[in-house]
């Protein structure tokens, strides 16, 4: 095999029919979806983590016993977001820019996810409803997903991010 794996992830789950081996070269990368035949149910979460990187390699091995999966992040619109806030429903709102993207465009209310803010999540309970906001919902998706990965439930992706809210219901919120 020429070139080294920066990163290379296998995950197999009770709702996994396929196993997605992802893996970005140095020179290149992508992923690689690969479908064993007979495999149709599994008893166990397994996630298999290695990093190589100039001759070191690092694996992780862990085993989740549970059967039930967290539900899909749900994506929402800017004017669903608004009807939210509107409704005083109530939520973490998460915004993933950068203090430099947020110090040009924000929504009132929405709190930077720095380190702090972070673990401030983590402590909150699995079922609390969280929503996540970027520029354009893909940096958001991301987040949104690793919380879903650390066992969150509620949660939800502004699509479209604020460029969106400002185009559908705030236009006073610059767009850059």
């Not at 979460?45 to 070191?56: E, N």
């Not at 430099?100 to 929504?107: D, G, T």
């Amino acid at each position: 095999m020429s070139g080294f794996w920066a990163m290379s992830r296998i995950w197999a789950g009770p709702s996994v029919t396929s196993v997605m081996l992802m893996g970005r070269a140095i020179l290149g990368g992508g992923a690689v979806p690969l479908r064993p035949r007979g495999l149709t149910t599994r008893t166990a979460t397994i996630g298999i983590d290695r990093i190589r990187s100039a001759g070191q390699n690092h694996a992780s091995l862990s085993e989740d016993t549970s059967t039930s999966e967290a539900p899909p992040v749900r994506q929402l619109s800017a004017l669903e977001l608004k009807a939210l806030i509107e409704a005083g429903t109530s939520f973490e709102f998460v915004d993933v820019r950068t203090e430099w993207e947020r110090s040009l465009a924000k929504i009132d209310g929405s709190h930077l996810l720095d380190q702090s803010h972070h673990d401030t999540l983590l402590r909150l309970d699995r079922s609390a409803p969280i929503v996540f906001l970027c520029h354009h919902g893909i940096r958001s998706q991301q987040a949104a997903e690793y919380f879903r990965r650390e066992g969150f439930r509620d949660l939800c992706n502004v699509q479209g991010g604020i460029d969106a809210w400002s185009q559908l219901v705030d236009p006073s919120v610059p767009r850059y």
